[in-house]
């Protein structure tokens, strides 16, 4: 069986970055709206509601806000890989599969524990493997179960290089967070996008079924 080129990690983040460079506000303002919207909530919370149910509730309104702006980001950074030119309103796009990305979010958590709790790495392998669930879902509209099997399937072959790809885009983020944490604000649509231009190589347009 012929080697499996290596995926272009360096274009990648280049791509990340000549994206929010070039769309700086729209960019920032969608990972603003993804992070406050949550957080508001979650603080709503604590201060005006009481321990229990209406608390686990709104816990559970949160989850649900969060995988919806998590899809619509990706769906964003997809479409600014194909060469479209997303609008702000994509950011919302996710909340009609929210449910299967919620779901298969937790299976990947559970997983990803135990690989943690048995030697560590395999938890590291679980998380890279499955990285790719949120565009998974708004490329294909599949369920939870087939979402992380296709992540799977793209991501064969290649975990090592998104190994490297992972300590690249912590090292990113961190470098974000010493800039007084609003880096953050740059670092994450840079590995958001970088992201997307490896999942699209991985799985090229024409291979994904028709919404």
């Excluded at 806000?65 to 702000?88: M, Q, W």
């Excluded at 790719?132 to 294909?140: E, K, R, Y």
Aim: proline share 5%; charged share 15%.
């Amino acid at each position: 069986m012929p080697k499996r080129p290596g995926l272009p990690l360096a274009e990648s983040i280049r791509f990340g970055w000549r994206t929010v460079r070039d769309n700086a506000l729209f960019l920032v303002g969608t990972i603003v709206v993804a992070i406050l919207v949550p957080s508001l909530i979650d603080w709503g919370s604590d201060v005006a509601l009481d321990e229990g149910w209406p608390q686990f509730a709104l816990g559970l309104i949160e989850l649900g806000v969060s995988a919806t702006l998590s899809l619509g980001l990706a769906k964003i950074y997809l479409r600014f890989r194909d060469g479209e030119r997303p609008v702000f309103e994509n950011l919302f796009d996710g909340i009609a599969h929210f449910h299967k990305y919620l779901g298969a979010s937790i299976i990947v958590f559970f997983a990803v524990m135990m690989g943690l709790v048995l030697l560590v790495v395999p938890g590291i392998v679980f998380l890279i493997r499955l990285w790719f669930l949120g565009f998974v879902i708004v490329d294909t509209k599949v369920g939870p179960l087939e979402a992380i099997q296709q992540s799977w399937d793209v991501s064969r072959g290649h975990t090592r290089d998104l190994f490297f790809l992972f300590f690249i885009l912590v090292g990113v983020n961190l470098l974000g967070l010493i800039c007084l944490g609003v880096g953050v604000l740059i670092s994450l649509p840079v590995s958001g996008l970088a992201l997307a231009h490896i999942y699209r190589i991985l799985r090229p347009r024409d291979d994904t079924p028709a919404a």
